[in-house]
């Protein structure tokens, strides 16, 4: 049995290069960690390798100091260089039996089922730590994303043990659901981190993390 270091739970904070220009990265993530969030995935799709690394150094050491666990999407080496706690690896990426050789037992490795449940039991039979459904909603970040129905949240929880991440246009008006239907983790980009005239970053952390009591 892998040792529970981190609760699989609540807000799953995605990064995103064009909401965290590099001016304003370490700042708004540590906002984020102040207010309770303890999972943060790094997704830099178009920096440079230097910055990548650069940034990912930058959030084990802010992930350390809060205790938040570290995930890296879709990049195994990044994963191993900055000692990050695990990646999260789409359909295309990796296979998760390779990931795990190269990462180790320990780590956490969860995996983009988009709306399948066939893929999501596949997945725990192979060692996943969590999966990950969506989209639920309209996402501006993946504006052609397959769109998956809330009762699968609901089959997927009565048939797996392991957590469940709902992903895809979610806000603080209609992640509650989600959550009464099985999520355990929800995964925000754009309400958490687009500039809001009506909210600071505070507020809107506090309202997802409020959410999951």
């Not at 906002?31 to 910055?51: A, D, E, F, P, W």
């Not at 990912?56 to 080496?77: F, G, M, P, S, W």
């Not at 970040?141 to 009565?158: C, D, F, S, T, V």
Request: charged residues 20%.
């Amino acid at each position: 049995m892998k040792p529970a270091k981190y609760a699989l739970q609540g807000l799953y904070a995605i990064t995103d290069e064009t909401l965290l220009p590099e001016d304003c990265f370490i700042g708004k993530i540590t906002t984020v960690l102040k207010n309770g969030c303890k999972i943060i995935q790094y997704r830099n799709k178009h920096g440079s390798s230097v910055l990548r690394q650069k940034q990912a150094e930058q959030l084990r050491k802010l992930c350390t100091q809060y205790d938040a666990c570290l995930l890296i999407n879709d990049d195994v080496e990044l994963a191993l260089a900055c000692k990050a706690d695990g990646v999260h690896l789409g359909q295309n990426d990796i296979a998760l039996n390779k990931a795990r050789k190269q990462l180790g037992s320990n780590a956490i490795i969860g995996i983009t089922c988009h709306d399948s449940l066939d893929l999501a039991v596949q997945a725990q039979h192979e060692g996943a730590d969590y999966v990950a459904f969506g989209s639920f909603f309209p996402s501006a970040i993946k504006p052609h994303a397959q769109r998956a129905p809330k009762a699968l949240l609901i089959e997927a929880k009565a048939q797996l043990n392991i957590p469940l991440v709902a992903i895809g246009g979610i806000t603080r008006d209609n992640g509650r659901q989600l959550i009464d239907c099985g999520a355990d983790m929800l995964a925000v980009i754009s309400d958490l981190w687009a500039d809001d005239s009506t909210t600071s970053l505070e507020q809107r952390t506090n309202a997802f993390m409020h959410l999951f009591v």
